[in-house]
C-alpha cells in the first residue's frame, strides 16, 4: 500500500501498435523511436510487436535479405522448420538462442585468433619451464600479462574488427557501453588464465608473485580505452603495448639467462611493492575518470 502522500508507482510502458506501425513506416518521433529501440532489448512481447509491424510493411523484403546475409555471415544456418517459423506472419524469434547473443555479445576478440595467441603465450612459457629448463619462464610470462588484454581490446571494437560495427554502434546500447562489455569479457578470459598459469610456474626467490600483474594489467587496459577516445583502440592499443614491452622486456634480454631470479629484479620496480602497485591503482582511477568524461567520443569516432 501507499501511504497518502506518495503517488502509486506507474504501470509500466509497453509498444501500442500504433506506435509500432508509426515506427516501422518511419513516421515515429525521434524520442519516441530511441525508446522503443531501449525498451524492445528487453521485452520480447514488444520486440515482437513491432518486428511483426516492419515486416508487414513496406520495407519487410528489403529487411528479410538483410537479415539472411547477416545470419549467413556469422555462420547460422537455421534448420527447415525454423526457417518456415522465421518466414510465417506473427512475432519474431531472435535467430539465435540466449547462449549464441551472448557469445556474440562478448565480441570479435572471444571468436577469433585473440584467444589462440593467449593459450600460445601460456603454453610457450610452460615449455619454457619444463621443457628447456629456463628459470626465468615466470618473469617472461609476468612481462607479457599486462598487454595480453591491450590486443583483446584492440579486435573488440571498430569497423576494422566486428563486421556489424555500424549496426551496433547506432544502437542504444553502442558506444561505450558496448565496448565495456566487450572489455569485460577479455578480462574475464585473461586474468584466471594468466595468473593461475603463472601461479604453476616454478618459482623463483625474490620474484612478485603471479597476481602482481594484475593493477598494471587493468591500468595499462584503462589507459588504452581512455587513449582511444582519441584516436582508436587498435591505435592505443599497439602504442601502449610497444611501450610496455620496449620498457619491460628490454631490460629482461639483457639477463644472462643462467641467473635464477634474473628477472625479478628488473620486474620489481614495475611489479613489487606498495609503491609500485599504488602507482597503478592512480593511473587506473586517472583513467577510469578520463574515460568517463570521454564516453560520448566512441559514439561518433568511427562513425564520421
Known sequence: MTSPTQSPTPPPWHVGEALALRYAAGEAAETDAWSL???????????????????????????????AELLASVGHRPAPVEAARESAPG?????????????????????GSWVVAVALVLGGAFALAYGAGLQGARSWLLAASPVLPLGGVAVSYGRHADPLHEITAA???????????????????????????????????????AAAWLLPGLALT????????????????????????LAVTGPLLGQTGTEPGGGAAVLARYFSGLAAQGSWAAVALVCAALLVLRRRSFDLLETR
Not at 529501440?37 to 538483410?66: M, N, Q, T, Y
Not at 574475464?188 to 598459469?197: K, R, S, Y
Not at 584503462?222 to 614491452?245: E, P, Y
Open 222 to 245: 584503462l589507459a588504452t580505452l581512455a587513449l582511444g577516445s582519441f584516436v582508436g583502440c587498435r591505435a592505443a592499443a599497439a602504442t601502449l603495448a610497444g611501450g610496455w614491452l
Open 37 to 67: 529501440e531501449k525498451h524492445v532489448e528487453s521485452c520480447s512481447p514488444c520486440a515482437g510487436r513491432v518486428s511483426a509491424a516492419v515486416r508487414a510493411g513496406a520495407a519487410g523484403p528489403a529487411l528479410a535479405a538483410v537479415r
Open 91 to 111: 512475432p519474431a524469434r531472435h535467430p539465435l538462442g540466449r547462449g549464441a547473443r551472448l557469445w556474440w555479445a562478448a565480441g570479435p576478440a572471444l571468436r
Open 171 to 209: 544502437t542504444p546500447s553502442g558506444g561505450l557501453r558496448l565496448l565495456l562489455t566487450r572489455t569485460a569479457a577479455v578480462l574475464a578470459v585473461c586474468v584466471p588464465l594468466l595468473t593461475a598459469g603463472g601461479a604453476l610456474l616454478p618459482p623463483v626467490a625474490g620474484f612478485p608473485g
